[in-house]
C-alpha cells in the first residue's frame, strides 16, 4: 500500500545551521503520527519542508505516490493535505462562519465561478455541519477575533477539515489550551479519524495528548530522528528520556 | 433599534435613500452644485477602487491617482480622436487593469511601506510621461474640449444630463465593486489582508489574488478618470500629481478602509468639505488636519469605524440597563416569595 505522506531524506539549511538533517518517515492511510522533540530540535521547520512553506536543501516529500517537493502551498492543499499552525491562525475580522468558508471556497470551482457565483460557494450547509462538530454553534456570526483563545484554537482545528482533507498536519493544537478544551479537541480528532478515515501528522509538546491521540510517534532531536515506536515504547526509551532530560 | 442600525435592511435603506437623495437633487441645485456632486461621485469611485486594493485585500497603493490619470487621458485622447465615448471608457479601464495587474507584481515580493515607494515611484514615472510627452499627451498644456458623450440619442453635455449620466456610471460601478466584495473573491481578498501566510496554507492563490486585487482597483480608477475627462472638459497633468493618490488615499482612511460606504464619506469630507467649510476661509486646512489627527487618534478605523463603535456602545450600554432591570425586578421578588413560602 502506498503511504499518505512519504517523507525522504529531508535536509534543510539556514547559512551554517542545519535545522533538519536527513529526515524520513512515512505516514499510511487513517494512521495519527506524533513528531515530538524538545525546543529547537526542528519538528516546525520539517513541516514547513514538507508543507511548501520552505524549500527542503535536500531531500523529497511524496503524497500519495506523488512527488510534491516544492508545491506551493495552495497547490498541496488543493491536492487535500491541510494543517494548522504553531500560533493561532485566523482571520479575526472575518464572522467564525466566514472562516469556515473561506476555508473551503477554493476548492470549489474556478475563479470565474467564485466571482459569479453565490457568496457562500454553497459551503453554508458544510460550515454550519463544522460548527456544530466542533461545538462552535453560539459563537458561529461571532467574529473570530472576539473569541476565546481555546475556541479560536477549536476554530483553526475546524478550518483544516473543511476541505476534507486526506492529509492533516496540526502544529502544536493543544498549545495555550485548556484542560476541558483540550479533551474536547483531542475527543474531535480522534472522531474525525474514525469516520473519515483521515491520516493526521501531530506536533505536540503535551506528552499525555499526544500519547492518548497517535498510533505511532517519532522523535527528533538536534534535526535527526533519535527513535521511531508507538507511545509506550517512546515513553520507555532512554534516547528520548536524555534528549529530553539532558542526562 | 440597535440590531437595525447594523443590519443589511438598514444598509440596503441608507442605499436607496442616497440614490434617491441624489436623483432629486439636480431640481434644487444650480450647475456649479452639480459639477460638485458629480466630482464627489467621481472621487469616490476612484476611492472605492483604492479601498478595494488597499482596504480588502490590505495592498498599499498610492498610485490610484496615477490610474485616474491615465483613465482620464486615455478618454480624452479618444474621444478628441473621435472615437465613440463607450468605447473610450471600456479602453480606459482595460488600460489600467492590465498597468495595474503588471504593478501588482512587485507586490508579491515586498509589503507595506516599501510596495508604497514603488507605487510612489509608478505616480512620479507616469505624472513624468503627461508632463513631457508632448507628442501624446499635449505636455503641460494638457487637454481641452473633451466632448461629453451622446448615448442612444441622449446628450449629456448639458451639466444635468451630465450629473444624470455620472450617477448612472457611479451606481453601475459601485454595483460591481460591491459584487466583488460579497462574492468569495472579497472573502480571499480580507483573508490576503489578514493572513496571508495561513490563506495560502487554504488553497487561496495569494498570488493570483493580490494581482487581481490591484488590477481591479486601478481598472475602477480609470473608470473614474473616463468620467473624470468629460465632466471637467479640461485637464492638465497636475490634475494627476501625487497630491491626487494622497487625497485618495486620505478619502479611504478617514472614510473607513475596508468598508463599502467608507470611500463615498471619505471623498464628501474631501470634495464638498471644503465648499462647506468656506465660511471658514484661509482656516479651513487648518481645521481639517485637525479633525484627521483627531480621528485617527481616536478612530484609526475611520467615520464608518466611528460610528460602528458609537452603535456597539450603545448597545452594550442596552445590554447593561435591561440586565440591571432584570436584578431589580428578581430582587423586588424575592421577598414575595418568601412571603409566599412563609405562609
Redesign the interface.
Given at each position: 500500500m502506498t503511504p499518505v505522506l512519504q517523507v525522504t531524506n529531508i535536509r534543510k539549511q539556514f547559512g551554517g545551521l542545519t535545522a533538519v538533517d536527513g529526515v524520513s518517515f512515512s505516514v499510511n492511510e487513517g494512521e495519527i503520527l506524533g513528531i515530538i522533540g524538545p525546543n529547537g530540535s526542528g519538528k516546525s521547520t520539517l513541516f514547513n519542508c514538507v508543507l511548501g512553506q520552505l524549500q527542503p536543501t535536500e531531500g523529497e516529500v511524496r503524497v500519495d505516490g506523488q512527488p510534491v517537493t516544492g508545491l506551493r502551498p495552495c497547490d498541496l492543499n488543493r491536492l487535500g493535505v491541510s494543517r494548522t499552525f504553531q500560533l493561532l491562525q485566523v482571520f479575526p475580522q472575518l464572522s467564525v462562519r466566514d472562516n469556515l468558508i473561506l476555508a473551503g471556497q477554493e476548492h470549489k470551482g474556478s475563479m470565474g465561478t467564485r466571482l459569479f457565483g453565490a457568496r457562500d460557494a454553497g459551503l453554508t450547509g458544510d460550515a454550519n455541519r463544522m460548527i456544530e462538530f466542533f461545538r462552535l454553534s453560539h459563537v458561529a456570526d461571532e467574529k473570530a477575533g472576539g473569541l476565546s483563545y481555546g475556541q479560536q484554537k477549536l476554530l483553526d482545528a475546524a478550518m483544516a477539515f473543511m476541505a476534507g482533507p486526506r492529509l492533516v498536519l496540526l502544529d502544536e493544537p493543544a498549545g495555550g489550551v485548556n484542560l476541558t478544551m483540550l479533551g474536547h479537541l483531542r475527543e474531535r480528532l480522534k472522531a474525525i479519524n474514525a469516520e473519515q478515515n483521515a491520516t493526521f501528522v501531530v506536533i505536540e509538546h503535551n506528552m499525555e495528548f499526544v500519547m492518548a491521540l497517535c498510533d505511532r510517534i517519532i522523535v527528533l532531536a538536534e534535526g535527526k530522528v533519535i527513535a521511531e515506536g508507538t507511545p509506550d515504547a517512546i515513553r520507555s526509551n532512554p534516547e528520548v528520556i536524555e534528549a529530553y532530560l539532558g542526562h | 433599534m440597535m440590531d437595525f442600525l447594523t443590519s443589511r435592511a438598514f444598509k440596503g435603506t441608507v442605499f436607496v435613500l442616497l440614490v434617491a437623495g441624489l436623483i432629486i437633487l439636480p431640481f434644487f441645485l444650480r450647475p456649479f452644485g452639480l459639477l460638485l456632486v458629480a466630482m464627489w461621485m467621481v472621487h469616490a469611485v476612484a476611492a472605492l477602487g483604492l479601498n478595494l486594493t488597499l482596504g480588502y485585500a490590505g495592498q498599499i497603493s498610492m498610485a490610484q491617482g496615477a490610474f485616474v490619470g491615465i483613465g482620464a487621458y486615455c478618454t480624452g485622447l479618444m474621444t478628441l480622436a473621435g472615437v465613440p465615448y463607450p468605447v473610450a471608457f471600456l479602453c480606459s479601464g482595460a488600460l489600467c487593469f492590465a498597468i495595474g495587474w503588471i504593478l501588482g507584481y512587485p507586490a508579491l515580493r515586498v509589503q507595506h511601506h516599501y510596495l508604497a515607494f514603488v507605487t510612489l515611484a509608478f505616480s512620479t514615472l507616469v505624472f513624468l510621461v503627461m508632463r513631457n510627452e508632448e507628442w501624446l499627451t499635449n505636455g503641460i498644456y494638457g487637454l481641452t474640449d473633451i466632448p461629453r458623450p451622446i448615448l442612444f440619442g441622449w446628450n449629456t453635455g448639458k451639466a444635468k444630463d451630465f450629473y444624470f449620466f455620472t450617477l448612472l456610471m457611479t451606481s453601475i460601478l459601485a454595483f460591481c465593486v460591491w459584487w466583488?466584495i460579497?462574492?468569495?473573491?472579497g472573502?480571499?481578498f480580507?483573508?490576503l489582508r489578514?493572513?496571508p501566510?495561513?490563506?495560502?496554507?487554504?488553497?487561496?492563490?495569494?498570488r493570483?489574488y493580490t494581482l487581481?486585487a490591484f488590477a481591479m482597483g486601478s481598472s475602477i480608477g480609470g473608470f473614474a478618470g473616463a468620467l473624470y475627462a468629460p465632466l471637467v472638459q479640461f485637464f492638465e497633468p497636475n490634475s494627476f500629481s501625487l497630491t491626487l493618490s494622497l487625497k485618495l488615499l486620505l478619502m479611504v482612511i478617514v472614510g473607513g478602509a475596508?468598508t463599502f460606504f467608507g470611500p463615498f464619506i471619505g471623498a464628501a469630507t474631501e470634495v464638498l468639505l471644503p465648499e462647506w467649510l468656506r465660511i471658514a476661509q484661509g482656516y479651513y486646512l487648518i481645521i481639517y488636519a485637525m479633525l484627521v489627527m483627531v480621528l485617527m487618534m481616536f478612530c484609526p478605523t475611520g467615520i464608518i469605524g466611528l460610528g460602528e463603535r458609537l452603535i456597539s456602545h450603545l448597545r452594550q450600554k442596552k445590554i447593561s440597563s435591561e440586565r440591571s432591570a432584570q436584578a431589580q425586578v428578581m430582587g423586588a421578588d424575592k421577598p414575595g416569595q418568601k412571603e409566599g413560602a412563609g405562609q
Open positions: - | 466583488i460579497r462574492s468569495p473573491w472573502r480571499a480580507v483573508a489578514e493572513n501566510v495561513r490563506a495560502l496554507s487554504l488553497g487561496v492563490d495569494t493570483r487581481m475596508g
